[in-house]
């Protein structure tokens, strides 16, 4: 089945710098690969999503890339803001048919003012 | 849209109980997956409805069981309740089957003492 390995599993900036969450994973056919924000006590978040036929995507102040051949993908935030501290956790999809997500471990992310 | 709801939110049960767990997915959306979420190994998929049917499964023990109802509704049970099935359980619903944005419910808190 599928593996997703997250890094790294804490991450502290100051405000304003930009961090970098990344992700690999292990099935050549996954091709869906979502991002989550979960902040303390909240749900996950639907922050961005990519599909394999797309190498990069932006929303603001945040980008995530893909890498098919390397079976990595990335999460970028630039200008980071206190509001940004949360776990972030990437996921991945074949394409089986089914909606099953394989989540990596998640990154707690600290934007210090 | 409302969003995904989840009931109870918050349940304490001993050991050797069961437990049922409720999920009402966004208006319109057909499929039901549900996920445990725990410090130590993160968010974990338990398994997928869609139009009433189990579609996929993941590596959980056959005490974890669920059911989709017609109008999309899931419920999820665990009999014989152990400690280590203290968690968070989170239920996500999407539009369509397959690889696409999932939204997250906010959860139900089991604590199994």
């Known amino acids: 089945g599928e593996n997703v390995e997250q890094h790294p599993s804490t991450l502290s900036v100051q405000e304003g710098d930009s961090a970098v969450i990344k992700c690999t994973y292990s099935d050549s056919a996954s091709n869906y690969f979502p991002w989550y924000k979960q902040e303390l006590g909240k749900r996950p978040q639907l922050i961005i999503d990519i599909r394999s036929n797309v190498g990069e995507k932006k929303d603001q102040r945040i980008a995530v890339t893909l890498n098919k051949t390397a079976k990595h993908f990335s999460l970028h935030i630039t200008e980071t803001q206190p509001e940004d501290s949360a776990v972030y956790f990437c996921?991945?999809?074949?394409?089986?048919?089914?909606?099953?997500?394989?989540f990596g471990k998640g990154t707690m992310l600290l934007v210090s003012p | 849209k409302a969003g995904v709801t989840q009931t109870p939110r918050y349940l304490i049960k001993t050991r050797g109980q069961q437990v049922t767990l409720s999920c009402s997915p966004i208006?319109?959306?057909?499929?039901v997956s549900w996920y445990q979420q725990t410090p130590g190994q993160g968010l974990q998929f338990l398994f997928e409805?869609?139009?009433?049917?189990?579609?996929n499964k993941g590596n959980f023990p056959g005490r974890f069981s669920g059911r989709q109802f017609s109008n999309s509704r899931s419920e999820m049970n665990v009999s014989t309740l152990e400690l280590g099935d203290s968690a968070l359980y989170l239920c996500a619903s999407s539009q369509q089957q397959g690889p696409y944005e999932q939204y997250f419910g906010p959860g139900t808190r089991l604590t199994v003492t």
């Open positions: 409805y869609f139009s009433e049917t189990q579609r």
């Open positions: 996921a991945a999809s074949d394409n089986s048919g089914y909606s099953t997500l394989t």
């Open positions: 208006s319109g959306h057909r499929s």
